[in-house]
């Protein structure tokens, strides 16, 4: 597919922090359950065995609630010692029905074999998936699901490489279901990306680290329009840098959706002001943390309840097995309480700090017991899945 590009909206940096991260009493608790002790770095959320409850997989098991028992179903490549070194080649992990039977799959993709891969179902017990597909393009860093067709539901996945394309469950050239690889822009361009309504006219936006792609009235035929702009700005040579997951959202409430992400290896949490002057759009850099480095996993939820969304993030291990800032500092996992308004602050809550546990590729902000309260499930190389369970109504 190609691809338009619009130099009318062009992004200014500045740096203007509005509060720092600071300690403050939680209104949310949360229990800590471990789950596994497998150094895979990421994992997904999912009913697999069809019994209403959310099962976990991560890594080469599912973990079925609500015991958690492991139960087995890929073989992984690569390894991964006890001081984190090493790599499975397994880099996202998440829950689809690529095939339409009713059961989950998982859809992973690989650094190393340059692929997203579909495992199917089979519900053979004792046995692995099957790999049922393979797309090779190039290095995968990671995905997540997020609604780009805009029907409501987020069942279409945007993988993390140089090219920007985004992959669904569809039908292939010869009528068999599979996986369904579109291109947006074949332009290199860093890791990072996301999904939301940046322009207000009611279409999923495509989010790169180098510009955003306005969605098109048909997003898997019509081109995607680049607009340019520069996000996970640090404190280096002015470009655009490596970011995690960028999340969509009004952080002022003042109808204008803004930006949320982080630097992915070095220092630095912001949310980006969306400010229109006209026909012009500027984005303002707001810091919301940088105590703290390899924020490599982000997202969005209302722990609190107070109708307002929440970020969670949490310290990655061994990204680089040991050659990222600050690669041996304690982990951590942080929420930030919003308060929205014209000057937004953010207040920054523990979940854990200094328990070995931080947040690899991937981490879940969703209702896992269905109490009516957001939990959070992470996992990464010190060794998980580990689920925290909001006791907030407890």
Not at 3 to 12: D, E, L, N, P, Q
Request: net charge negative; aromatic share 10%.
């Amino acid at each position: 597919m190609h691809h338009g590009t619009c130099r009318t909206f062009i992004a200014f940096l500045a740096f203007a922090p509005i509060l720092s991260a600071q300690e403050a009493r939680s209104p949310v608790t949360f229990a800590q359950h471990r789950i596994g002790t497998v150094r895979s770095e990421a994992c997904g959320v999912g009913d697999f065995n069809n019994d209403g409850r959310l099962d976990i997989v991560a890594g080469p098991s599912l973990y079925l609630a609500p015991d958690w028992k492991a139960v087995k179903i890929r073989t992984l490549s690569g390894s991964v010692d006890d001081q984190g070194k090493g790599y499975f080649d397994d880099f996202m992990n998440l829950p689809l029905d690529v095939d339409g039977d009713g059961q989950l799959d998982v859809v992973s993709c690989g650094w190393f074999s340059k692929s997203v891969r579909w495992y199917r179902q089979t519900g053979a017990a004792g046995q692995d998936w099957p790999l049922a597909q393979e797309l090779t393009n190039s290095n995968f860093e990671c995905g997540d699901l997020w609604d780009i067709d805009g029907d409501g539901e987020a069942r279409e996945m945007l993988v993390h490489t140089k090219a920007t394309v985004w992959c669904e469950a569809g039908k292939l050239a010869d009528g068999t279901p599979g996986l369904v690889m579109h291109e947006v822009s074949a332009k290199d361009i860093d890791f990072g990306g996301g999904v939301g309504d940046v322009n207000a006219d009611g279409r999923p936006d495509i989010l790169r680290p180098t510009g955003w792609f306005a969605g098109p009235a048909d997003p898997r035929k019509d081109s995607w329009v680049e607009h340019s702009w520069g996000i996970g700005l640090g404190a280096k040579d002015g470009k655009a840098t490596h970011t995690p997951q960028m999340l969509v959202y009004d952080v002022n409430a003042d109808g204008l959706n803004d930006v949320i992400t982080s630097s992915a290896h070095e220092y630095g949490i912001w949310w980006y002001q969306q400010v229109r002057n006209g026909q012009d759009t500027r984005w303002t850099q707001h810091l919301i943390d940088d105590s703290w480095t390899q924020a490599h996993s982000l997202m969005l939820g209302d722990l609190d309840a107070d109708g307002d969304l929440d970020l969670v993030a949490g310290k990655r291990f061994m990204a680089h097995n040991g050659s990222d800032p600050d690669e041996t500092g304690k982990l951590c996992v942080y929420w930030y309480e919003l308060q929205k308004g014209t000057e937004p602050k953010w207040i920054r809550h523990t979940v854990s700090y200094d328990e070995g546990i931080g947040s690899g590729l991937s981490v879940w902000v969703i209702d896992m017991d269905k109490d009516g309260d957001l939990d959070i499930v992470t996992t990464g190389k010190w060794g998980g899945p580990v689920l925290f369970e909001n006791t907030r109504g407890k």
